[in-house]
């Protein structure tokens, strides 16, 4: 074995053994909301799209679960290829991708945490990041940012961030409502295509405005 690890057989073969796996995590984090999961979590998620994909094939396709190949040290590299080609490679990578995004999908939309509470299996809900609730639940309507000083910001929200990163948002045709000494209500339109915040530690409040 260590002969084989030092000819690089082994890891080859284990590469491509779990790029079907590998494959659907990343495509699972691409389109999974919140925030960003440990590594642990992105192995274990690999180890079992890998298996979850080859168990189907195998029953569907009739391609063997294991490539059928011995390891040795001198096992070419071209002859492990061909073994995983013939265990259909590419169609177990795509199927692992797929499966990994109707998850991903179905996740976002809490429904695997709402099935496991009808059939009272647990009552756990989503961790939904409230920037997802707030702007991409929300899309297509004029938002009004608040401010500690008094301040109302309007606008359009044309470009906002993913969830999980920091808190970023552009607002086109913005206006800014402030109050003079009087009491009045002064309105200033931003001159240009919109205004950029990433600093939220003066925001008290954020408002759809339907």
């Known amino acids: 074995m260590d002969s084989a690890l030092s000819g690089g057989s082994v890891a080859l073969y284990l590469?491509?053994?779990l790029l079907p796996g590998l494959l659907g995590s990343f495509i699972y984090d691409y389109f999974l909301e919140g925030e960003p999961r440990e590594n642990s979590d992105k192995i274990t998620t690999a180890l079992i799209l890998t298996l979850l994909s080859s168990i189907i094939m195998h029953y569907a396709a009739h391609t063997p679960i294991l490539?059928?190949?011995v390891i040795t040290t001198g096992t070419r590299v071209d002859s492990i290829i061909n073994a995983f080609l013939a265990k259909n490679l590419l169609y177990t990578s795509a199927l692992s991708s797929m499966i990994a995004f109707v998850f991903a999908i179905i996740n976002n939309h809490g429904l695997i945490y709402s099935l496991m509470r009808r059939l009272g299996l647990s009552m756990k809900a989503p961790a939904n990041d409230v920037w997802q609730k707030m702007l991409y639940a929300n899309q297509?309507?004029?938002?009004?940012?608040?401010?500690?000083?008094g301040?109302?910001?309007?606008?359009w929200p044309e470009m906002f961030s993913s969830m999980g990163r920091p808190r970023e948002i552009f607002l086109a045709e913005a206006t800014w409502y402030d109050?003079?000494?009087a009491g009045e209500v002064i309105t200033s339109d931003i001159?240009?295509?919109g205004v950029y915040l990433s600093n939220f530690d003066d925001v008290v409040a954020i408002e759809i405005l339907r």
């Open 15 to 17: 590469f491509f053994l």
């Open 67 to 69: 490539p059928n190949i």
């Open 140 to 149: 297509g309507f004029w938002i009004a940012i608040s401010f500690r000083d």
């Open 151 to 155: 301040r109302r910001l309007t606008g």
């Open 179 to 181: 109050l003079n000494e």
């Open 191 to 193: 001159e240009g295509p």
